[in-house]
């Protein structure tokens, strides 16, 4: 299905007009920001898409004085140096990014209010005087280094006075371990109350969070609790670090459960799709205001979407920076897309059927638009004879029988998971070789939702595995969709015909030999398995 690409199609409209590869589904191209609505120009982005309303624009012209004026004279754009270490010491020197640097392919961009501020980066965990326990837990779950956007984000959120950041940045880049360390090192173990909190929008993902803070923090006395639906939570409430869901964490406050007036620090994780879901982003909002003037706020976020950028204004005080990092098309790279046209709606499921008959191997996930999908589909799979579970944050599960759920196909016990979107975001299961989409992932206003897709079939590629996506087809709305995010990403979606799925099991097999060649490599300490979070 490759070539150009069309507007973004949606589930009603006919696609009207064709341009070029560099379209997204917004009206307007994503851009970096500061709150108070000051933007900042992004020459190093000239190949990501832009919207078809947008022209393309060469920047490489631009003067440094063009740049000084782009940025409202208030906000440079800078490089972060690499440090050095000189003599021994942990020295680290600082250095402005020049625009022909950035041009050449610079990866990290950060936006800063005050010119006059330095930055610095680091190369090693043991530049940000860490305590030694805190080291002793970073280097226990394998990270030999920061990843790249912790090269840079750390020694900000780290340093003292603390600091404020707006950082879009998707899972993989090893965001939660930044903000999971920077709770950690702002919490003092000897004082029995709240200090850090972090709200992020789904359950599952508050549940991996705090088992990368128990693990990172197992040397320490530092206790975290989990403030979900369905969760008992303690009184008095004696832990340092709570990590839920907004409406849990506000229902807490307002009983007088948690007090938050000595947090020091307060993590909005996956921003964009607490707006995105109904309440959550006010409910954020509220939070926000309930907590100290001079706490240190660190929102992170996949997208920058106008929307966002007026809810990142309500949430995170000026003086703030700006962490963006580039996308990065290794996303994509080791997983095989291919489209499958089942012809008719009703078909899809007879497709599905044909495919766990021949699969024996790995495990995989299939992503469906609403819950009421996920348990049809659910209820006819079993009929069929297939062995599945179900997930979805209806109110038809209870919080322990999602937890179950997850746990049992994270410890391999189920082979087979149908989800709706909320598994797309962060949550890592290594094992998850096959993602099937189902129904092709759509926005509100029934458009590609191409964030959603690259975090969906991300589930079958973490840690640099290897992955097979399979994209559902039925009519030629669908194919138009399926089209557009191809164009989008720049990937080929390849077509695979429905009379030859047993093929897939030998390519399944191929991926499960290689990904086994991997591990036995780190487990011989050949190679260090990166911080995919």
Request: proline content about 6%; aromatic content about 6%.
């Amino acid at each position: 299905m490759s070539g150009t690409t069309a507007t973004a199609p949606t589930s009603s409209k006919p696609e009207e007009k064709t341009t070029t590869a560099k379209s997204t589904l917004s009206d307007s191209a994503e851009k970096p920001f500061l709150p108070n609505g000051k933007t900042v120009k992004d020459w190093a982005d000239e190949e990501e898409p832009l919207s078809p309303n947008t022209s393309t624009t060469n920047n490489n012209n631009n003067s440094s004085g063009d740049v000084e004026e782009d940025l409202v004279g208030k906000v440079k754009q800078l490089e972060v140096p690499e440090s050095k270490d000189e003599d021994g010491g942990n020295k680290i020197l600082e250095k402005k990014l020049t625009r022909s640097s950035l041009a050449k392919g610079g990866r990290i961009i950060v936006e800063q209010q005050d010119p006059s501020s330095p930055l610095y980066s680091v190369k090693s965990f043991d530049q940000l005087n860490l305590s030694p326990e805190l080291l002793q837990g970073v280097y226990g779950m394998g990270f030999n280094k920061p990843s790249k956007i912790q090269e840079t984000a750390l020694p900000l959120i780290l340093s003292d006075p603390p600091k404020n950041l707006i950082a879009q940045a998707q899972s993989g880049t090893g965001k939660t371990a930044a903000f999971v360390l920077c709770m950690l090192s702002r919490c003092d173990p000897r004082q029995t109350h709240p200090q850090a909190l972090c709200v992020c929008p789904t359950r599952e993902l508050a549940r991996q969070i705090v088992d990368v803070v128990n693990q990172m923090g197992r040397f320490t006395q530092i206790k975290t609790l989990l403030a979900v639906k369905d969760e008992t939570v303690p009184k008095p409430l004696a832990t340092q670090i709570i990590v839920g869901t907004p409406g849990k964490l506000l229902d807490l406050i307002k009983k007088e459960i948690l007090k938050t007036n000595k947090i020091k620090v307060f993590v909005l994780d996956e921003a964009d799709v607490m707006i995105d879901q109904q309440g959550l982003g006010e409910q954020s909002i509220l939070l926000k205001k309930a907590l100290p003037k001079t706490i240190q706020i660190c929102l992170f976020s996949a997208t920058f979407k106008p929307e966002l950028r007026t809810f990142a204004e309500r949430v995170v005080p000026q003086p703030c920076y700006n962490i963006r990092l580039k996308r990065e098309e290794l996303t994509l790279e080791g997983i095989q897309q291919l489209f499958i046209d089942c012809k008719t709606e009703d078909n899809k499921f007879q497709v599905l059927s044909d495919i766990y008959g021949y699969l024996t191997v790995g495990q995989s996930i299939i992503f469906v638009h609403t819950r009421r999908t996920a348990q049809e589909l659910t209820q006819r799979m079993k009929q069929a004879g297939h062995t599945v579970s179900v997930l979805h944050g209806g109110e038809e599960m209870s919080g322990k029988e999602r937890d179950q759920v997850i746990d049992d196909f994270r410890e391999g016990k189920t082979k087979v998971l149908i989800t709706t979107n909320v598994l797309a975001r962060g949550i890592d299961i290594l094992q998850v070789m096959l993602v099937i989409n189902y129904d092709v992932p759509l926005d509100a206003n029934n458009r590609p939702d191409t964030e959603t897709y690259l975090h969906r079939i991300g589930r079958s590629g973490r840690f640099g595995r290897k992955g097979i996506a399979i994209n559902f087809v039925h009519d030629e709305t669908s194919k138009r969709q399926v089209k557009y995010i191809e164009s989008f990403f720049k990937r080929p979606i390849t077509e695979f015909p429905p009379d030859k799925i047993e093929d897939l099991q030998p390519m399944l097999e191929a991926i499960q030999a290689e990904d086994q060649r991997i591990a036995e490599k780190i487990a011989r300490g050949e190679i260090k398995e990166e911080d995919d979070e």
